[in-house]
C-alpha cells in the first residue's frame, strides 16, 4: 500500500468531514426548530441542561461519527475495500501516570495497552493509518498522550500513517498559540488537520501551524 494514497484518502474524508460537520453547526442543531435542507448527515450536535444554559456540546464524538460516514461514503463510492476498527488497541503499553512524560513502556515497567480512536484497514485487515480525535483544545496532556501513542505505534512501521484531527468552536490568537504550543512536540509524520466551526467555517491548518 502506497502511503501517498492512505494519506490521500484520509485527507479527502476530512476534507468532507469538516465541510458537514459545518452544515451540521449551522443548521442541524437541537436548539433549532427544524434542519435547514440536506445537510448531508442525520447527526446534530446536541445541547447541554439549563444548568449549562442549554448550550450547544461540541465533541470529538460529532468529529468522529462524521468522518466514518464519510469514509464509508468514500469508499462506496471509489469501490475501495477498506474498513475501520473503533477504540482499536494499541500494540504497545504505555505509562501514562505522570502527565508530564507519557511513553511507551519499557520492558521493566508494567504499562498497559492504550486505545486508538480509529483505524483503518486494507482490504487484508492490515493497520494502514490511526486516527486521533479532539475537540475544544483540551488540555496539553491530552496532546502528549496522542502524539505519545502515535508516534509509538508508527515505529519501524512505515505502511502505517497517523493523524491528528480536531475542530474547535472558533479561534482568537490565544487559541492558536495555544494549540501550536501544543503540537510542537508531535512527530514529524503526523499528519495534523484542524477546523474552525463558527463564522464563515476555515481549516485553520496552517494557521496554527505557521502561528508566531
Known amino acids: 500500500m502506497e502511503a501517498k494514497k492512505v494519506i490521500k484518502v484520509?485527507?479527502?474524508v476530512t476534507d468532507e468531514t469538516f465541510k458537514i460537520l459545518k452544515r451540521i453547526y449551522d443548521n442541524q442543531k437541537e436548539d433549532k426548530d427544524n434542519p435547514k435542507g440536506n445537510n448531508g448527515s442525520r447527526l446534530i450536535f446536541p445541547r447541554y441542561s439549563e444548568y449549562r444554559k442549554k448550550?450547544?456540546?461540541?465533541?470529538?464524538?460529532?468529529?468522529?461519527?462524521?468522518?466514518?460516514?464519510?469514509?464509508?461514503?468514500?469508499?462506496?463510492?471509489?469501490?475501495?475495500?477498506?474498513?475501520?476498527?473503533?477504540?482499536t488497541p494499541?500494540?504497545?503499553k504505555y505509562v501514562f501516570g505522570d502527565k508530564n512524560d507519557p511513553h511507551k513502556a519499557e520492558a521493566s515497567e508494567k504499562g498497559q495497552s492504550a486505545m486508538v480512536d480509529l483505524c483503518i484497514h486494507?482490504?487484508?485487515?492490515?493497520?494502514?493509518?490511526?486516527?486521533e480525535?479532539?475537540?475544544l483544545n483540551p488540555d496539553k496532556f491530552c496532546y502528549k498522550?496522542?502524539?505519545?501513542?502515535?508516534?509509538?505505534?508508527?515505529?519501524?512501521k512505515p505502511e502505517l500513517e497517523t493523524f491528528f484531527i480536531m475542530m474547535v468552536k472558533s479561534a482568537d490568537n490565544g487559541t492558536l498559540e495555544s494549540i501550536n504550543a501544543k503540537i510542537q512536540k508531535k512527530a514529524p509524520q503526523t499528519i495534523f488537520r484542524c477546523y474552525k466551526l463558527e463564522g464563515e467555517g476555515e481549516d485553520i491548518t496552517d494557521v496554527i501551524i505557521n502561528f508566531k
Do not use: M, P
Open 90 to 92: 494499541t500494540e504497545h
Open 145 to 156: 498522550k496522542d502524539f505519545c501513542k502515535l508516534k509509538a505505534e508508527k515505529e519501524g
Open 55 to 87: 448550550k450547544t456540546r461540541i465533541s470529538e464524538q460529532e468529529l468522529r461519527f462524521v468522518f466514518v460516514e464519510q469514509f464509508n461514503a468514500y469508499c462506496a463510492k471509489n469501490n475501495l475495500n477498506w474498513y475501520y476498527s473503533v477504540e
Open 133 to 135: 480525535f479532539k475537540a
Open 122 to 131: 486494507n482490504e487484508k485487515l492490515e493497520r494502514i493509518a490511526l486516527v
Open 10 to 12: 484520509i485527507n479527502e
